[in-house]
C-alpha cells in the first residue's frame, strides 16, 4: 500500500470534553512491524518527530464528520480525531481505513463487532437493514422501544442512524411533536423526548446536521422539554427566544457566519442545560456533539477575522470617547469571548489570529479601556490582557517600551495594571492576583527572548525599573515610614503581601537589577517594618524576602544589611514570639542555621558581636552556640595566621583523598572486630580525623606547648604500640621551618590498658596533651591480620611533592596506619 502524505491537525479529548491540540504534521498509512499491522502514522511539520502512531484495528469504529475529520476512540474515554486541511486527503485516508476493515468507503462510520453475540451477528446479517415503524401517532411507544433497544449494539445504531437519515424520519417525528402539543398528548410527549435522547446517543454527524439546522433545531430543544422524570416540562424555548437576546454589537454583513453563531449558542445550550447529564457509559457516546461544537467555534474565529471591517470598526468603537458606556461594555464583553474562542485554533492559527489584534490595535485599546471608571469594563480588559500576556508576552514588553519614549510613567499600560492591582476593591484581592500574575509573567526572564542585535531582558528590565518599579513599591514605602506599619488592616496586609511575593521572586530572577534598587532605596530595612505586623503571613513574607536576600550569599548585600544593623527586626520578632513553637520561630531559626552551616563568616561576626546576649540563652537548639563556635574559631585564625596556614597544608596537601581511599576505609570499617575497640570508641582513619578543621586546632596548641619531650620516651611508645597488635589511627604534619618538628595528634584507641601510649597513662607521651618531640624521619611498622605496611615521612615538604608524584598512595587497608611517635 502506497503512502500518501496529507497536512492534518491532531487532536484528543481531555478529561473536560475538551480537544486538545497536539500539533500540525503529515499523514501516511502503512505496515508497522512493530504493531503488526496497517497504521495510520502523523509526523510533526516542523521536526519530523512522531505525533501518532495507531493501529488500524478491524474492530475500531472510525467516524468521518464535516468532509475534512476522521474521528475514533483508542481505547475507553480516550478519543482521537485527524483534521485535515484538504477534504481530499481525508477522502483518501478514510479509503485506506475502509480498505482495511472491508468497510464501504461511503459510509461514515465503520462497524464494530465487538459486543455483539453469535445470534446478533447472524440477525444482522440475515437483515440487510433496519425497518422503521411507520411514522405515526399510535406507534411512538414502539419507536421509542427500537431505539432503546438498538443503543448497545454498534451494528444496531449504525443500521438504526442510516435508516433515520435515508427516510427524513426526523422530519417526521418532529412534525408528530406539533400534533402531540396541539392535543397535549403528555404521553406521546414524553415518547419523544425518549426518541430524541436517543438520536442523540447515537452520536452522527449527519443526524446531528439535521437536528441542528434552523427549521428543526426549536423542535429539538421543544421535545427535550418533556422530560418523564419531571412533573412539568421546562420552560427552554421560552428562555431561547425571549430572554436571550443575540446582541449584534457590530453588524454582521455575512448571513453564514451569523447563522453559525445562532446555531453554535443553541447547540452548547443544548449541551449545557436541556440533556441530562451523561452517565460514565453514556458520555462517550456524545463526543461527536462535542466535536460539532469544538469545530463551529474553530470556523467563526476564522471567519471574523477574516473580515477586516468588522475588526476595524470593533476597535474605532472601542477607542472612540464619544461610545456610551453600555456599548463600551459590550464591545468589551464581545473582544473577551472572542480572544476565548481563540483557545480552540490550531498554533499557527492562533498566531496569525493574535498578530491580527496586534495589527489592529488591541493594546492601546486596552489601555484606554483599563483607564476607564467602570469596574466591569476594567475585569473584562483584564481578561483580554490575560489572553496577551499569557500567549504572547514579548509582544506585551515590546509595546510598552515602545510608548515609553511618547508617553509619562502615569499612563503607561504596565503602570495601569499595577495601580489597578494596588487600588482593588475587592476583599479577598481575587483581581489583584490575577495582576500580579500577569506582572511576574512579564519580568521573568525564562521567557524573554535573546537575539544577535539586542537582549529583552537587559532593555526590558533597565526600562522597568527606570519607569515602574516605583509605582509597585509605592504602597510598602508609604506604610513604612515608622517602626511599625501605619497601616495594618487585614487588605492593605494582603496587597503588601502580594508586592512582597513580586519583589522576592526579581532577588531570584534579576540579580543587578533588583540589588541595586534594593541598596540604593533601602527597601529591605522598610520591608522589615513589616516584621511588626499583627498578620503573622505578612511578617513571615517579609522573612522569607530576606531569607533569599541572605541565600544569594552576596557580599554587597551583606555588607548593607550590617551597616543599618538589619537583623535587629528579626531578633526583636523572634524574642517577641517567646517560647512559642510555630512557623515564626523555626523560619527565624532556618534563618541563623544557613548562616552557620554555610559559614557566612561576616554575617556570623556580625550576629555574634551585636545580638549574642539577646540569644544566649536559647539552648533547645544549638544554632546559636553553633554560631558562638564559628565566630570563636574565626578570631583564633585572625590571631593566629600561622596555624591558618598549618591547616591549608594538612588540608590540601597531606590527605588528599580519592575514591578508592574511602572505599577502603569502608571495608576497614566492616572488618574491624570488637576486640580492636576499647572503652567503646572505634578506631578511626586519619582521612576522617581532617574531616573537620575543628578538631584539628586543639592538637596544635598542644604540640606548641609540649614539643620539648625526650627522643627516648618517643622510641618506647613506637615499641608499645607495635606490641599491642594495633595502634589506632593519627596523623602528623611535618614542618621545615626553623627547627624542624613533627606533630602527631593521638586519639583514645586500641593501646593496652597501662602501657605509656594509653588514655590510662595521662602523664605519658602518647596520651593526648604530650606530644613528643621526633627525628627528622620516623618510620612505624604495624602488624594486624599479616598485614604489613611502612609509613615514611619526609623533612620537607619538597620530598612529599616527589614522592607524591612518583608513586601513588597504597589503599588504607594495604598500608600501615600512621602511628604516633
Known sequence: MTDTRRRVKVYTLNEDRQWDDRGTGHVSSGYVERLKGM????????????????????????????????????????????????????????????????????????????????????????????????????????????????????????????????????????????????????????????IIKGIFLLNRTALFEVMFSEECIMDVIGCLEYDPALSQPRKHREFLTKTARFKEVIPISDPELKQKIHQTYRVQYIQDMVLPTPSVFEENMLSTLHSFIFFNKVEIVGMLQEDEKFLTDLFAQLTDEATDEEKRQELVNFLKEFCAFSQTLQPQNRDAFFKTLSNMGILPALEVILGMDDTQVRSAATDIFSYLVEYNPSMVREFVMQEAQQNDDDILLINLIIEHMICDTDPELGGAVQLMGLLRTLVDPENMLATANKTEKTEFLGFFYKHCMHVLTAPLLANTTEDKPSKDDFQTAQLLALVLELLTFCVEHHTYHIKNYIINKDILRRVLVLMASKHAFLALCALRFKRKIIGLKDEFYNRYIMKSFLFEPVVKAFLNNGSRYNLMNSAIIEMFEFIRVEDIKSLTAHVIENYWKALEDVDYVQTFKGLKLRFEQQRERQDNPKLDSMRSILRNHRYRRDARTLEDEEEMWFNTDEDDMEDGEPVVSPSDKTKNDDDIMDPISKFMERKKLKESEEKEVLLKTNLSGRQSPSFKLSLSSGTKTNLTSQSPAANLPGSPGSPGSPGSPGSPGSVPKSTSQTAAITTKGGLVGLVDYPDDDEDDDEDEDKEETPPLSKKAKFESS
Request: hydrophobic share 35%; charged share 30%; proline share 4%.
Open 39 to 194: 497504521s495510520l502514522l502523523v509526523r510533526a511539520e516542523s521536526d519530523g518527530s512522531l505525533l501518532l502512531e495507531s493501529k488500524i484495528n478491524p474492530n475500531t469504529a472510525y467516524q468521518k464528520q464535516q468532509d475534512t475529520l476522521i474521528v475514533w476512540s483508542e481505547a475507553e474515554n480516550y478519543d482521537l480525531a485527524l483534521s485535515f486541511q484538504e477534504k481530499a486527503g481525508c477522502d483518501e485516508i478514510w479509503e485506506k481505513i475502509c480498505q482495511v476493515q472491508g468497510k464501504d468507503p461511503s459510509v461514515d462510520i465503520t462497524q464494530d463487532l465487538v459486543d455483539e453475540s453469535e445470534e446478533e451477528r447472524f440477525d444482522d446479517m440475515s437483515s440487510p437493514g433496519l425497518e422503521l415503524p411507520s411514522c405515526e401517532l399510535s406507534r411512538l411507544e414502539e419507536i421509542a422501544e427500537l431505539v432503546a433497544s438498538s443503543l448497545p449494539s454498534p451494528l444496531r445504531r449504525e443500521k438504526l442512524a442510516l435508516a433515520l437519515e435515508n427516510e427524513g424520519y426526523i422530519k417526521k417525528l418532529l412534525e408528530l411533536f406539533h400534533v402531540c402539543e396541539d392535543l397535549e398528548n403528555i404521553e406521546g410527549l414524553h415518547h419523544l423526548y425518549e
